[in-house]
Nanobody, 120 residues
Framework: QVQLVESGGGLVQIGGSLKLSCAAS????????MTWYRQAPGKPREFIAT???????QYAESVKGRFSISGDSAKNTIYLQMNGLKPEDTAVYLC??????????????WGQGTQVTVSS
């Protein structure tokens, strides 16, 4: 019912910057929140940042002060501005949204991910 497409990943040097985008489309009743996660090979999926509707942003301690999440409600799109990138930031970055669908409650949707690689 909802599709998410991430873009903006790539190869960047240590200390560099990237801006990721996540665009939502399809049948959307009401978006409750949108969240960025990441997953590196051999490691569990990690929460990065969330932007709840009408709420305050939250960040993982590992990215606090370096990453910034923002949104454009008219375009159903969120962004992740990443500065001061480190090798440990290398991962597939995934977008998630939870949509309030009445009796079904909050229904989660995931994108396919975009690769971020930080090289020395």
């Amino acid at each position: 019912q909802v599709q998410l497409v991430e873009s903006g990943g790539g190869l960047v040097q240590i200390g560099g910057s990237l801006k990721l985008s996540c665009a939502a489309s399809g049948t959307i009743s009401r978006i409750y929140d949108m969240t960025w996660y990441r997953q590196a090979p051999g490691k569990p999926r990690e929460f990065i940042a969330t932007l709840p509707t009408g709420g305050t942003t939250q960040y993982a301690e590992s990215v606090k002060g370096r990453f910034s999440i923002s949104g454009d409600s008219a375009k159903n799109t969120i962004y992740l501005q990443m500065n001061g990138l480190k090798p440990e930031d290398t991962a597939v970055y995934l977008c998630n949204t939870r949509v309030n669908q009445g009796e079904d409650g909050l229904v989660p949707y995931w994108g396919q991910g975009t690769q971020v690689t930080v090289s020395s």
